[in-house]
């Protein structure tokens, strides 16, 4: 019998902001009634702001951030094109996967799971690349997996420097509303998020910035698809309505949850994101413990993984977290299972739920074995959080 | 502003029970947490018995039906297949564009909208085909916009009699759990659902049945796939586990309709379809008026397509219903359109519901020029459905 | 096994509006939070306009109606003294048998259980009362049980001819907010209702309106008092606090549902009651029966009382609509027990909801023995919704 | 703009577990229908259980715990009648004051708030009153005020050793359900609650225990009373339906916070308390503070205050919990206030909770101007929580 909170610090699906909940739960509607293509523009154009593009095309299919991949991929590649990625992490590693089983030639780089984009390789690809063989470039925003978040900036400096035309997709289902995307200024061309993570909703919408590039090459992409296909979808959002029956449900929660972003500012979400995230580093420092992420610029403001000392057993972590104190911790997954346990951060989150799963993470790791002082990550959060305050205060009284 | 329920007689998403709704509105939790498996397990298990197979594997896709659609052609056929099917209704007509779309041969034959599955020129096909180069066969079961249901009982025997192996396809998206639904004696090798009817969820979750047959044909299919692949959602799902981020959300809410589904008894389920869906039927036929299924036999449990008299458009009817009334009808799709209202009568549903929906439409009617006698289709709905107490009282008194 | 709506026709607690619900499933919250004080204010102001008060103090007193019947009375009147009152409906009989037990010496007229409040009586024995022994009047502005609507503006008229002091106490339970009521007008001093019926919500707090000049009784009032005591609420809700520990719940739904009433407009608010309930009133004239209510200028716009045929059962008919259809109508209280039974038709309600009401009540009846024509209820309410449409059209233009 | 989970550690309304507030987000219902009996008579039945008693009457009246202390004392007691207490915190003294308001002669002691109930004075008072002119004595069970629990066994065997007949009322609110509590053994004869604490619903329903000498008192109380009526209660009770309308949103409520209890154990919940209750209580000591409770026996295990160092204001630790970590803590009442800030723990709770109450209040506290050392309390509280692990799994194992 479990009582009290259900502690989640997964790195998504995150925990759903209480109005979000019960925006959603409203009896069932006409989605073609007409009202409702009004509802569905509010949507779309603050999910614009969002990605921060003026110029693009949002999407939003029924489904997971995979199909989501799925849907960048075969409505604006051809067979057999060549793409370029790096696998640095499980999610780069299915990406590449997908790309494969739908026919692309994938070009890819194996860094250590831990290291950001490897935008110099990159870049020594790309300029090699006389032909134009390469069609896109893929690159992970955030690794859910490893915590690490990669310099896409850099990535479209060097293809701009290279003067290569490929097409650049972006993963950002665990950055996009949580750390800083910037479709139009990095020149994303294809950018794939979910519902669960930043957005704050359930899982369930598949969520798709498309440049005007993207746009059009989706008009030749020889590439198989229907349920995806880019066209329909635009020809009937133009007056807010679906090619096909929409989950209601979560449009509405997610009104309500781009309703908390405004109301909080995006800027503002950024920047508590990143100082929450900076309490949970110093609380893993204070263990004595290292993250995956291999160097402090890459340390990602949405998730933290964490090595466990040796002999320690990852696993034992995450189990006692579930099992004794109702704390959801993300696990280790493929290489990094036993290895690594993760902390996600981001959503809907304040400072009281960071020091919670900092002290249940310094219970679990004892009482599996691991040498830590109880309380001394939670000391070296408080002391930030505090700190951080008198800085946060200008800021917040401007916002507010 | 409007005031009090707002009637939904749409033929889907249909009306959530409370208990339902009140099951979906769950914190988040991890998917990956140790009681997820069994939680996935009973679900799959149960939409067994509502498809009434035991030798099928049910399978689960984040999306809408026609992401269903997709993952049943992509994962069983081969590109450039041929495959027979009917048009006689808005869903036939997309089904056959899809299997367009993805690289298929697709044998179309054209018959009134309002007809049911022609299974004499099915056989005539079948028979002809020699040398076996028609892969599947298409049949929507139920066409929601005409309201038709198919017999695909015949459309098996025809196969047999004709010793033909073609996979047989069919659309149960307005039929399962609301129309007698039988994939194994049937020889149903791709049954297709979604959520959001006779499942009495909302939008979000492609449901399909797959025979022995069709998996086996899965191993061998060469046609692109990557997020709808059979083969990661079987392997991981042995365990109760997804290959994606699930919405674990609608899976709360399938598991609470499916109790209430086995709390009624499904034979009930569907006797309750069949006692309701008549009552309607008297009410048109009280008014004068027909609807869109061509003969008696065809006639849709779940909706009906109701003509409207020459002069009246039946989009004034549905405009009035909506915004006069708070009602929600179902619009005539394409070719229909201005012709014919639809009443949609599944799912989580009473008598005085259905008399609502007659109720008003004799109002929407009047206002929109037909000349229709208020309270005669209530009148004669009515005379029915007390009729039908006696016998019904048996039924239920074994029932409950 | 019920399916479908449960269809509630009783005169109160009334169907919550889907948003009124959604506003109350929130998590807890102190309420002695900083916010909370201008959030109760904001209720309290609001409140003020449904009594149509400018002057006057509302309250709010966790518990039902009753408990606000006997604040009104602890707090104004002294042990012994003398109201006058009539008796015509189960809940005038259960205020003077209150009135009575709390130590007041009651002056009944009994007139029949269909009557309105006997304002001639009234004005005889005030202007009898010479030495002013009268300290209050008594008046149930809406008889739940009977559907009887009295006239309070005459009552008041007679004690102003009177040149009588008393106090008018007002029991408005099924009257505020769905009938017009006119505090300052009407110079009520003890205008009582509850949260369950016209405001939407659940059962659970009781409100009162208390002019000046019963605040200025209360001050020497001699009766014993404690958890009802005006002194402490007045006090703490000054700057929006309680005196006990509040139902936040029902307070978020209130603060909703007045949002819908301030949207909707009042006097939109009463025309559609009127509306309404003319078509129920209708509906019974075709069948051939009779309300409750003597005269149609005494006919409550909340709820209807209508006497069943001889030889048929009330009983029955509200066994049938529950077990059978999933309805529920009022039961004839007391000596009205059998004989009537009764249609609530107020809160949240649209035309739909009264065709249903109206619908199954003739299968009820008929069932239950009544020889009534199907569909003709049906068909007199719809004519006069249907005709009352051109009226209503600029009406509701000027509101939105 | 608040971010995350609004931490809520006031002793009480306490955090309404999710399933609990699933169960209250229910449509109205006719609360005469033929099912609502049984429904209500299971809610007693366990309440009786909760309250440890057999042979004691269980009554709910819509309004406050202070709505149920005046029921307990209008039935059951008579004009002028001495009753003897002691004040020794908030909730006593406004006890105290209710009883003098009623018209009750009250023997008031007062001692420190800190100290328990003085059960010494008790037996001194009973032996000298020759006459039997004591007719009840008042116990506070759990001043809420002062985080205090007194010993109701030590206030029985008084009343026993002396032969005394007066009855034994024991203010309950925030003790039942979460400590210790035997009616029958205690031979208490008034037991009051609320919803609103152990019972883990909203406020709005005043919980009554009365033993079978308390009924018999009932019967010739005569003191003025009438929506708390015992006779009216008990008489429509007895089929399961109330002499009011209930508030059927909390009791869908409270049978699913019973259900809660069932599963766990009454024995597990209480024990859970302890133990909660204890961490907390090491934390305070480990930054050097003092709680109210003036000798650890006396130390409640659902609320600890806590004295702030001298310097520091505890309005300031409260408003800054509440400004920037979204957490709100009691505050110290009347006397108290600035001296003392509360930690509620209980009702629906469990160790991770418990250590954000702990870490926020650090930083509220090192913020407010005290001289904590940061992480302190949280290690003290998370060693207690680990130690308690070995002993506590065989404990478990047998309860699931």
């Known amino acids: 019998m479990r009582t009290g909170t259900n502690h989640l610090f997964i790195p998504g ?11 959603m739960n409203v009896p069932m509607q006409d989605q073609r009634g007409p009202d409702f293509g009004a509802f569905t523009l509010s949507i779309l154009a603050d999910l614009k702001k969002v990605f921060r593009t003026t110029t693009g095309q949002v999407m939003l299919f029924p489904g997971s951030g995979t199909g989501a991949w799925e849907a960048a991929i075969t409505n604006t590649l051809n067979p057999g094109d060549r793409v370029l990625m790096a696998r640095h992490g499980q999610f780069s590693t299915l990406w590449a996967e997908m790309a494969t089983r739908l026919g692309l030639t994938v070009d ?60 650049l997709f972006v993963d950002g289902v665990s950055s996009v509303g949580s750390i800083d995307f910037r479709m139009d200024d990095w020149g994303v061309d294809l950018a ?3 519902s669960q993570k930043g957005l704050m909703c359930p899982a369930g919408l598949g969520i798709l910035g498309v440049s005007q590039k993207a746009m059009k090459a989706s008009e030749t992409s020889t590439m198989r698809r229907a349920y995806f296909e880019f066209r329909d979808f635009k020809q009937t959002v133009e007056t807010g309505y679906f090619p ?13 949850a781009l309703d908390r972003i405004n109301a909080e500012g995006l800027d503002n979400v950024l920047a508590r994101h990143a100082r929450l995230a900076e309490g949970v580093r110093r609380a893993v420092a204070a263990w004595g413990l290292s ?54 951060h981001l ?30 990550g939670v000391a070296a959060a408080q002391a930030w959080y505090a700190q951080g305050r008198t800085a946060e205060a200008a800021l917040r009284m401007a916002a507010e």
């Open 13 to 23: 699906p995150t925990n759903v902001p209480e109005d979000v909940r019960m925006a």
């Open 108 to 167: 890819v780089i194996d860094i250590a799971w831990g290291a950001g984009a490897p935008v110099n390789e990159f870049m020594r690809k790309l300029a090699a690349d006389r032909k134009g063989e390469i069609k896109a470039v893929f690159v992970t925003h955030n690794e859910t997996a490893t915590g690490v978040t990669s310099d896409i900036a850099a990535v479209r400096r060097a293809l701009d420097d290279c003067f290569h035309d490929a097409l």
């Open 192 to 194: 794939v998020t979910g």
């Open 244 to 256: 096909y029956t929409p989950p209601t449900q979560i449009l509405h929660g997610m009104r309500r």
């Open 291 to 344: 993250p995956c992420a291999e160097h402090p610029s890459l340390a990602s403001n949405t998730v933290t993984a964490i090595r466990v000392p040796d002999g320690v057993d990852a696993r034992d972590v995450i189990r006692i977290g579930y099992e004794r104190y109702n704390t959801s911790f993300g696990s280790g997954l493929s290489r990094l299972a036993g290895k690594v346990f993760r902390i996600g």
């Open 347 to 376: 959503g809907d989150l304040n400072e009281g739920m960071c020091l919670t799963a900092i002290a249940v993470a310094e219970m679990a790791l004892v009482e599996a074995g691991a040498d830590i002082e109880f309380g001394s």
